[in-house]
C-alpha cells in the first residue's frame, strides 16, 4: 500500500495532447517517487472554470462539481480529492464551501444529481498537489530524494493566482507567498524571493479574448524574471504555464523584446532532482526548450 | 414582454434591489465602503483602465444607473485573479459580483454582444458542458471564428507559430476536431444541468413574485 492515496481529479488541460499534459506527466512520476497514489475520480467532467460565467449561473456551475464529488464518494469512499491544476482545484473549492455554507443550495444540488443518478452524503476535502506536498509529506521528505541537485540554476517562483487567492495555501500571505520558492531551493536551485511579479495575474481566459490586455501582464511577469537574473520560471498552474510560456513570441513582437525564458512546473524540477529523464519530466511539452534542465537530466545520478 | 422589461416593471426605481435578488452575491453591494482598493488593485484596470472598475459600479448601482450598469463592458474586463476579493477590508466577494452582474446583464441580452471575452464566456461554458470535458482545439476556433470566416483565417494565421509550438510539444491535438476527449455519462450530465436549470430559474421567478 502507497503511504499516501488520493482520489485523483486531472482536469480537462491535463489529458493526453491537451495543454498541460506533460504536468501531468511529471506529476505521474513525482508520485511514484513520493509514494503518493493517485487513483482518476471514474468519468469526472470539467470544473467550468471561472471564465464560464456567462451561461454557468450559480447552480449549475456548483452541480458541475458536485458530480464529481459524488463519484469521488461512491467509487473512491474516504479519500480527499487532489488536484493539479488551480481552476479545478478552485471551482471544486469554491463549490464545497457555497454549499457548506447554504442549505437551500445543498438541497438544490442533490435535487439535480439525482438527475444524473448521483448523490452527495460528505463533502470531501479538495486539495491542491501543492498542499499535499507541504501538508502531507513536507519538505524534509520532499527532499530525501534529491539525487541531482539542480546546482546553479536560478529560477523566479511564479505563484500566479488562483494557486493562491481567494483561497491560498495554509499560513502563506497573498501578496507573497514563500512556499514556491522554499520548493525551488529544496530541488538544489536558487531561488528569487524579491521576485516582485510572483503573483501578478498572467491574464487568464483574457489571453484568448483580448491578447492585448494580458500580454501587458505577462510582459511584467517575465521581464521582472530577467531583471532578477532568472534561467527559467517555475509555476504551479496550468493557465499560468501556458499562458507565459507561448505568447512570449507575441510580446516580443509588439514590445521588442528577446523573450525566450522556459516556464516549467515544480513537478518538473522535482522529477529531474529526483534523478528522472527528461521524458518522466516532461521536458519534450515544453514549447520553449529548457536546454539545462535537459542537460541537469542528460547527466548521472549522485547516489 | 420580454425578460427586461418585466424585471424593469418589477424594481422600478430600486436598482440595488434588483441587483440584490437577482445576482449572485448581489446583496453585498451595499456593504461597499468606496474606499477604491479593489480598482487599484485590478490587473487589467491598472493596464487599460475599465469603463467602470468595481467601486464606481457599486455606486452606480446604489444610483440607479441600471441601463449603464448592465450595457457596460466592464464586468467582462475580469479576469477572476482575486486580486480584488483578498485585499477588500469589507470582505466583498468583488470577482462572484462582477461575474454576477455580468451574468445576469448577459441573460438579460443587455450585456454588448460583441464584448470578445463575453463571448468567450458562452463560448467555453458550452464547450465544457457539451461533452463533460473541454475541447481545446474546437475552443480556439471558435473565438477565431467569431468575426466570420475571412477573419478567422487571419486569426487562425496570426497564431500559428503558437500552434505550431504547441502541437510540436503534443499539447495540441489537431484531431480534437473529430474526437475530443469527453465524459461516458453526458446524458446525464445534460439531465442534472437541465434541472440546475430549471431550480434557479425557478427561485429567480419567486424573489420577483415575492
Not at chain 1, 541537485?149 to 499560513?171: H, S
Not at chain 1, 493557465?239 to 512546473?265: D, S
Not at chain 2, 470582505?91 to 461575474?99: C, D, E, Q, S, V
Request: aromatic share 8%; net charge neutral.
Amino acid at each position: 500500500m502507497a503511504k499516501h492515496e488520493y482520489a485523483f481529479y486531472p482536469g480537462c488541460s491535463s489529458q493526453k495532447g491537451a495543454s498541460a499534459s506533460n504536468y501531468l506527466t511529471s506529476v505521474e512520476a513525482m508520485c511514484k517517487t513520493l509514494d503518493v497514489k493517485l487513483t482518476e475520480i471514474p468519468d469526472w467532467n470539467c470544473c467550468g472554470a471561472s471564465i464560464g460565467y456567462a451561461e454557468a449561473g450559480e447552480l449549475p456551475r456548483h452541480v458541475m462539481n458536485a458530480r464529481n464529488f459524488a463519484l469521488s464518494e461512491q467509487h473512491l469512499p474516504g479519500q480527499e480529492i487532489v488536484a493539479t491544476c488551480a481552476a479545478c482545484w478552485l471551482g471544486a473549492r469554491e463549490t464545497r464551501e457555497r454549499l457548506s455554507h447554504s442549505d437551500t443550495l445543498m438541497a438544490d444540488t442533490r435535487e439535480a444529481l439525482k438527475e444524473a443518478g448521483l448523490i452527495i452524503n460528505e463533502m470531501p476535502n479538495i486539495r491542491h498537489m501543492v498542499e499535499v506536498l507541504i501538508e502531507d509529506l513536507g519538505f524534509d521528505e520532499m527532499k530525501k530524494y534529491v539525487v541531482r541537485p539542480l546546482e546553479g540554476v536560478k529560477i523566479a517562483g511564479y505563484v500566479g493566482c488562483q494557486t493562491n487567492r481567494p483561497f491560498g495555501v495554509d499560513g502563506e500571505s497573498f501578496e507573497n507567498p514563500q512556499y514556491l520558492d522554499k520548493m525551488v531551493e529544496m530541488v538544489g536551485a536558487e531561488s528569487i524571493p524579491e521576485y516582485e511579479q510572483k503573483v501578478t495575474c498572467c491574464g487568464g481566459a483574457l489571453a484568448f479574448s483580448e491578447p492585448e490586455k494580458a500580454q501587458a501582464q505577462i510582459k511584467d511577469i517575465v521581464e521582472s524574471a530577467y531583471d532578477h537574473g532568472a534561467e527559467m520560471i517555475v509555476t504551479p498552474c496550468p493557465l499560468c504555464q501556458a499562458n507565459v510560456e507561448i505568447y512570449q513570441g507575441h510580446v516580443n513582437k509588439k514590445y521588442g523584446t528577446k523573450f525566450n525564458i522556459p516556464v516549467m512546473y515544480y513537478s518538473q524540477l522535482m522529477v529531474v532532482a529526483y534523478g528522472g529523464d527528461a521524458k518522466a519530466a516532461g521536458l519534450n511539452g515544453q514549447v520553449i526548450k529548457a536546454r539545462r534542465l535537459e542537460e541537469i537530466a542528460a547527466k548521472p545520478v549522485k547516489r | 414582454m420580454s425578460a427586461n422589461t418585466a424585471v424593469a416593471e418589477k424594481y422600478r426605481n430600486n436598482f440595488l434591489k434588483e441587483i440584490e435578488e437577482q445576482v449572485e452575491m448581489g446583496d453585498w453591494v451595499k456593504m461597499c465602503m468606496q474606499c477604491g482598493v479593489c480598482s487599484g488593485s485590478c490587473p487589467t484596470n491598472f493596464q487599460s483602465a475599465w469603463e467602470h472598475p468595481p467601486q464606481e459600479l457599486f455606486m452606480m448601482i446604489r444610483a440607479g444607473k441600471r441601463e449603464e450598469v448592465l450595457t457596460s463592458s466592464s464586468m467582462w474586463n475580469c479576469t477572476s485573479c482575486y486580486n480584488c476579493i483578498v485585499r477588500c477590508p469589507r470582505k466583498l466577494p468583488i470577482t462572484h459580483i462582477m461575474h454576477g452582474i455580468a451574468e445576469y446583464a448577459h441573460r438579460l441580452g443587455m450585456a454588448p454582444k460583441m464584448q470578445p471575452t463575453r463571448f468567450f464566456s458562452g463560448l467555453f461554458w458550452k464547450n465544457c458542458t457539451n461533452t463533460g470535458r473541454v475541447n481545446e482545439l474546437k475552443l480556439s476556433m471558435g473565438l477565431y471564428f467569431k468575426d466570420g470566416f475571412v477573419q478567422g483565417i487571419k486569426n487562425g494565421m496570426a497564431m500559428q507559430a503558437v500552434a505550431l509550438g504547441l502541437v510540436k510539444a503534443k499539447r495540441l491535438n489537431v484531431m480534437e476536431l473529430f474526437s475530443g476527449h469527453k465524459c461516458k455519462d453526458q446524458k446525464g450530465i445534460q439531465a442534472m444541468l437541465k434541472k440546475a436549470y430549471e431550480i434557479e430559474r425557478s427561485r429567480k421567478a419567486a424573489k420577483m413574485a415575492g
